[in-house]
């Protein structure tokens, strides 16, 4: 709550349809009766809207949206508190894009999610790896205290690299035309034809009823999101954040086929794939995430009703 008023999150199809004239009444009952707030996440998406950027950071201003960002830790790593600031949102986006935090995502992401088939896992690490020292040098060159320490992280980075191609080839020998969601679809035996008929309560549950019949499968489905092991949950989740278990959780059920984003072998519908990542993360903070999108809404509320976030998923109808 914010100032007795509860906070709102929006999806990026509502601030669409508000910045195409739809919905006024709705809009303002919103900035009236609410504090809407907006994250990396919205202004990602706004930079993708080539040329209607102005025209949704007017929305936000209309909205009088708040930014919220998230808290790290004295080690930089994030922790379930947010901070808001009411900032004039036109400011918070400059400030975004000079600070390059609209990178793309991952294409080693990518390719786990059936995109990249023309390329393999190696060639894609070497790619990235290539463009990160660039930004590094870039970053540290005109620093002469910083040499040693990047040298070094040359090597130790270098290494992991190697240690990763290496273990990739021994797993899939064959990189170029490999659809890891399609191979894990087949194994399991499951995709949207069976899951999307999930209705009602304990819908993860019911997922794991069925995996945990399959060979191969782990545990239980903490550990199938990555979660299961203190050795990954201190590289990936140091603090055991609701956060960034609802992430991995979003990537999971989309791999698994319930009620998946389509076409997200296709980099711009991946890049708002990703978003909808964060998009459902960022809302566990708020009383309400709304959205147009029955997919990212069906999601959201197994994932939500999974680890008891309180925070309720309204799904409009398109008109």
């Known amino acids: 709550m914010e100032n007795n008023r509860p906070l709102v ?10 910045t195409k004239g739809q919905g006024s009444e709705i809009l303002n009952l919103l900035r009236d009766e609410s504090q809407v707030v907006y994250s990396t996440a919205t202004l990602k998406e706004i930079m993708q809207s080539k040329g209607y950027e102005k025209a949704f950071l007017k929305t936000l201003v209309d909205l009088n949206a708040n930014y919220m960002e998230l808290q790290l830790d004295e080690n930089f790593r994030i922790i379930d508190k947010i901070r808001q600031y009411s900032a004039d949102p036109n400011v918070v986006f400059e400030q975004h894009k000079i600070s390059n935090s609209f990178t793309d ?20 690490i070497d790619e990235e790896w ?19 320490l990047l040298e070094q992280m040359k090597s130790h980075g270098g290494k992991i690299n190697s240690d990763l191609k290496s273990t990739l080839q021994k797993a899939i020998p064959q ?8 191979v894990l679809r087949t194994q399991i035996e499951q995709g949207p034809d069976s899951l999307n008929n999930l209705q009602g309560a304990r819908v993860i549950e019911r997922i794991w009823a069925i995996l945990s019949k399959k060979p191969g499968m782990p545990d239980s ?57 964060y998009h459902t993360a960022n809302a566990i903070f708020t009383t309400a995430f709304i959205t147009l999108d029955k997919r990212l809404a069906m999601k959201a509320r197994a994932i939500y009703e999974y680890l008891g976030v309180s925070t309720k998923v309204i799904l409009f109808q398109s008109s």
């Not at 290539?130 to 040693?148: G, Y």
């Open 105 to 124: 995502p991952s294409m080693f992401i990518q390719k786990l999610f059936g995109g990249m088939q023309e390329r393999s896992f190696s060639d894609i």
């Open 9 to 18: 999150y929006l999806d990026h199809n509502i601030l669409s349809a508000f």
């Open 130 to 148: 290539k463009a990160t020292l660039e930004r590094l040098d870039q970053a540290v060159a005109p620093i002469k205290e910083f040499t040693f």
């Open 175 to 182: 990189q170029i035309n490999f659809n890891p969601v399609s």
């Open 221 to 277: 489905f903490e550990a199938l999101c990555g979660q299961g092991s203190p050795e990954i949950m201190a590289a990936m989740n140091p603090n055991n954040t609701l956060y960034l278990k609802v992430v991995s959780m979003h990537a999971v059920l989309q791999m698994l086929g319930y009620w998946p984003d389509k076409n997200c072998n296709k980099s711009d519908r991946f890049n708002s794939f990703i978003q909808d990542q």
